[in-house]
């Protein structure tokens, strides 16, 4: 009987450390796949959050206006004769002429936008004008505005590929 106890015994032992021995190299096993998951998680989370950041940076330094009726938008202060921009519209990106568009809603352009800006007339209601080269385009579009006689206004870009253009 005293056998019998020590082989049981002997038994129990055995499955005892085996099953210790599973069970560790089963947690070994969860850890490192733990940690694998961890670091992709890590990874992952970084690079949202550079991507982030990167979108946070391009959206504080974009301006945008509309030219006659397409979002362009820009990387500058202030949008200038030379100023490359991008059309939202199309997905093009083109280069600002200095060329200035406006159509009247009348055959007749008033007085005070004819002393203000140098005007050429191009068809029956429609003018151009030139800009300097340090000339705001975003503010002329906004003193534009302020004419109830002009119908559009577009500012005139050149969307050739920009290496052909230099």
Do not use: R, W
């Not at 009987?1 to 069970?23: D, P, R, W």
């Not at 998680?41 to 006659?68: G, P, R, Y």
């Amino acid at each position: 009987m005293q056998n019998n106890f020590k082989l049981q015994l002997v038994i129990i032992t055995i499955a005892l450390i085996s099953g210790c021995k599973k069970n560790e190299a089963l947690t070994n096993g969860t850890e490192n796949s733990t940690n694998a998951s961890n670091e992709k998680a890590q990874e992952v989370a970084l690079n949202t959050s550079q991507k982030l950041k990167n979108v946070e940076t391009t959206l504080l330094v974009s301006n945008s206006i509309n030219n006659n009726g397409e979002k362009i938008s820009y990387k500058t202060d202030k949008l200038l004769k030379g100023t490359t921009v991008h059309n939202h519209a199309t997905s093009e990106q083109g280069i600002v002429t200095g060329a200035v568009f406006i159509t009247l809603k009348s055959d007749d352009i008033p007085l005070a936008l004819k002393s203000t800006y140098n005007t050429k007339k191009i068809t029956k209601h429609t003018y151009q004008f030139l800009v300097d080269k340090n000339t705001d385009l975003k503010s002329t579009i906004s003193d534009l505005k302020q004419y109830t006689v002009i119908d559009t206004i577009e500012i005139a870009i050149n969307y050739s590929p920009i290496e052909e253009q230099f």
